[in-house]
């Protein structure tokens, strides 16, 4: 397949700029954040992307969705990265969705796929316990008592997990922290009796919450996938997640780029334009040559997905990992670049770097990934 | 049967039949290359058969118009005769800068008695070129070349010197890059000329690199005759013609970035030299440095796809050929400290019977270092990508 953005693709990406333009600029960053929001997004503008049909992108036509593919969804995450607009999309119509239809059963898929298509469910999965993405050394547990799961543990930084209708959580139910068998997912109601769910209040604003299980009962049909076998579709829905996240970094390390371009063409010292100084075009010409290798790989890694190869997992961590090194610079350099209004509340280029760390550290950041493709190629 | 399915059938029986047995094994060494020219010494018969029967038939230089002697290949069927090549592991026949640079500007730029004259011995690998450009006082500045062509009626007479001429001891012709008027404005007073090596007054000198290897020469011009009917396209338009060269140059470095499908990768020479304990390399910080380097090949390599594809499909500036060639060949130079320190202190015996490979590693790793300074520094990359690209003025 040709390493091109197609038409319907380009059109789909262009009508997101439109109306994240129109609906999302940055200023609705600050709001959110100013206001204290708790959603840590706009349940009105989630109603507007739904209407658009964003939360059925992924889902299969069968459950009435769109099947319009990663390429096409990774151009939507990639704007939403240029407005860093918080949304359900990542969790819900991304980890959601392909976790329901990788591992659900016929009878999950169509009470929950359809609801997520209309935009009239969220999910949030609740995976790490720890400070570092480790999903292998699950500890959550989960017994089977009388027909019934029984939940007991913490997860934390769960992202929509103060808003989300549904928990997915990842559960060990055999086994010991680090074994790949031995995991199982279960899809709860997060009013469930025995949850407590604590809001953080992190740099970027989005919900990312602390959520303990105390006895929590839930019946047979909560379980999702196979009993002890929720590793595989856990960490294929990972890459997907992964990729995805790796648009949303490309977003923000491209505005970034673009809004310090434009500022080095305007600002004057020493009587002339700071974009005239080598020092500093050579810094830009290089940020620029990296973030083309960033549109490369993760344009790449979207194809892999939709094609379903068996380099997906590898090309999934390369994508996150190069990512998450070139949105780090990208975000420092912007900052740097502008001088003493980049250190400013009042000018938009701070809210770049504080949704980017939370984004790098979402399911796993550079060292995880590196880590990952090494071991993936055999050291 | 279509008409490629046929041109293919015909190829694969052509190459059979004419392809001798020992040009179907990979080179041992960048000296196994075929060269042509006057001065070549073959280093089998073979050689010379292979590149003798694929130069009759312009597969030296397929896509070349036949009136030239080149093969009239479309593009299509050009990959249909390397994909054919490539099954049976056949060489390249023929190693020229003929083929590379000054053909296609001829082709371009030419006067048809120019094309007429030159092309078809570049086609046979009867002549071999070599590149006047660079000066000892004009590098990345190359506009700023001194050589002269001073008119002098029916000729040019050429003094100057020129350097990093590749092969220049080699070489039977050189296109040059002359200043034939002094006063116009630094780029518009140049010329691109051609010349016979044998011509009274050219010197060429090798140049040994830190690297052990000559592969460069200076070369000194000394009231050289340069005959006008060999100027390329119009005096003192020849800077037109130099960038053109130059672009098709730095495509040709950007791709060393790329480490061929056939060859090993980092990751496994990494495994084979230090090995594994519980499917770890057994040195840590080599392995983050071994998968950092393998995650920005991975990168770069979907880059010069992306660029091609995108050019195929009349999209946007894409990634330009002086990005392609600033980080292409800074990840070649990575590769090779990479590599150095995965082989470690075996690699750094230069010669001798105790050496692997007669010091290979080395002295390869050496001859990196020039890859991001030929065909225009990094520098040079950088400020075209700021100006051009980026609008920085």
Not at chain 1, 262 to 275: P, S
Not at chain 1, 318 to 337: F, G, H, P, R, Y
Not at chain 2, 81 to 92: H, N, P, Q, T
Not at chain 2, 93 to 109: N, Q, R, T, V, Y
């Amino acid at each position: 397949m040709a390493l091109v953005v197609n038409e319907e693709q380009q059109m789909l990406k262009e009508s997101a700029r439109g109306f994240l333009a129109e609906h999302a600029p940055i200023s609705e960053v600050r709001a959110q954040r100013d206001s204290g929001s708790e959603l840590g997004y706009s349940p009105a503008l989630w109603g507007k992307m739904a209407d658009m049909g964003w939360a059925a992108i992924l889902v299969p036509e069968q459950f009435g969705g769109l099947a319009f593919g990663h390429v096409g969804m990774g151009q939507i995450i990639e704007e939403t990265g240029r407005t860093l607009t918080a949304s359900p999309l990542i969790s819900t119509a991304i980890l959601g969705v392909t976790l329901i239809n990788l591992a659900g059963s016929d009878s999950q898929k169509a009470e929950l796929l359809g609801k997520i298509a209309n935009g009239d469910l969220t999910l949030a999965l609740a995976i790490d316990e720890g400070t570092q993405h480790s999903p292998a050394n699950t500890k959550m547990s989960a017994s089977k008592q009388d027909g019934e799961y029984v939940l007991n543990g913490t997860k934390r930084y769960v992202i929509d997990g103060s808003s989300a209708d549904n928990l997915i959580v990842v559960t060990r139910t055999s086994g010991n922290p680090g074994d790949l068998k031995g995991i199982s997912l279960f899809n709860v109601n997060s009013d469930t009796n025995g949850i407590n769910i604590e809001r953080t209040n992190m740099v970027d604003g989005h919900n990312s919450s602390i959520i303990t299980f105390t006895d929590v009962h839930v019946d047979e049909n909560s379980l999702l996938g196979e009993f002890d076998r929720g590793f595989r579709p856990l960490s294929t829905a990972l890459d997907v997640a992964n990729v995805h996240l790796a648009c949303e970094l490309l977003g923000i390390a491209q505005e970034s780029f673009d809004i310090t371009l434009k500022y080095m063409k305007e600002r004057k010292q020493f009587g002339t334009l700071i974009g005239s100084f080598q020092a500093l075009q050579h810094r830009a010409a290089s940020w620029w040559s990296e973030i083309e290798l960033c549109k490369s790989i993760v344009l790449k890694a979207l194809q892999s997905l939709d094609e379903g190869d068996a380099k997906s997992p590898a090309l999934a961590s390369i994508a996150k990992a190069k990512l998450c090194e070139i949105v780090e610079l990208s975000t420092n350099e912007a900052i740097q670049l502008h001088g003493g209004i980049g250190m400013t509340d009042e000018y938009d280029i701070g809210f770049f770097i504080k949704r980017a760390r939370p984004a790098q550290m979402l399911y796993g950041g550079y060292s995880y990934h590196a880590d990952r493709y090494a071991l993936i190629s055999g050291y | 049967m279509s008409n490629l399915d046929s041109f293919r059938l015909e190829t694969r029986d052509w190459l059979e039949d004419n392809c001798p047995e020992t040009m179907r094994k990979p080179m041992k060494t960048a000296d196994d290359g075929c060269w042509g020219g006057r001065n070549f010494t073959f280093k089998s018969e073979d050689q010379k058969l292979w590149m003798d029967r694929m130069g009759e038939k312009g597969w030296t230089a397929p896509e070349w118009p036949t009136e030239y002697g080149g093969g009239g290949l479309s593009k299509a069927q050009h990959k249909i005769l390397k994909e054919e090549m490539a099954r049976i592991k056949a060489r390249s026949p023929l190693e020229s800068f003929g083929i590379w640079m000054i053909g296609p500007a001829l082709l371009k730029f030419g006067s048809e008695a120019l094309k007429q004259q030159h092309l078809p011995p570049i086609v046979r690998g009867e002549i071999r070129w070599c590149q006047g450009y660079s000066e000892p006082n004009a590098g990345s500045d190359l506009a700023g070349l001194q050589s002269k062509g001073v008119d002098m009626g029916d000729h040019l007479l050429a003094n100057g010197q020129k350097v990093w001429t590749s092969y220049g001891d080699k070489a039977d012709w050189m296109f040059c890059l002359l200043r034939t008027d002094p006063d116009a404005k630094k780029q518009m007073g140049i010329s691109l000329v051609l010349f016979d090596m044998k011509t009274p007054g050219v010197k060429p000198k090798p140049i040994k690199l830190i690297s052990g290897s000559s592969p460069f020469c200076e070369t000194f011009l000394d009231d050289v005759r340069v005959e006008k009917d060999q100027i390329v396209g119009e005096i003192n338009q020849g800077w037109t013609i130099a960038k053109y060269l130059l672009t098709h140059e730095r495509e040709m470095i950007g791709g060393m970035g790329l480490t061929g499908a056939g060859s090993k990768t980092l990751g496994s020479l990494a495994i084979d030299s230090l090995g594994t304990t519980f499917g770890r390399l057994n040195d840590l910080f080599l392995r983050t440095e071994v998968a950092k380097w393998e995650i920005d090949a991975a990168a770069f390599a979907c880059t010069a796809e992306r660029a091609n594809d995108e050019a195929k499909a009349g999209q946007g500036v894409g990634a330009t050929s002086a990005m392609l060639k600033y980080y292409g060949t800074e990840l070649n130079k990575r590769r090779f400290e990479t590599l150095l320190k995965v082989g470690g202190s075996d690699e750094l015996i230069w010669d001798g019977d105790l050496s692997k490979n007669d010091g290979w590693m080395a002295k390869t790793w050496l001859r990196t270092k020039g890859n991001s300074i030929e065909g225009g520094t990094s520098e040079v990359q950088l400020n075209i990508i700021a100006k051009n690209i980026l609008g920085l003025g």
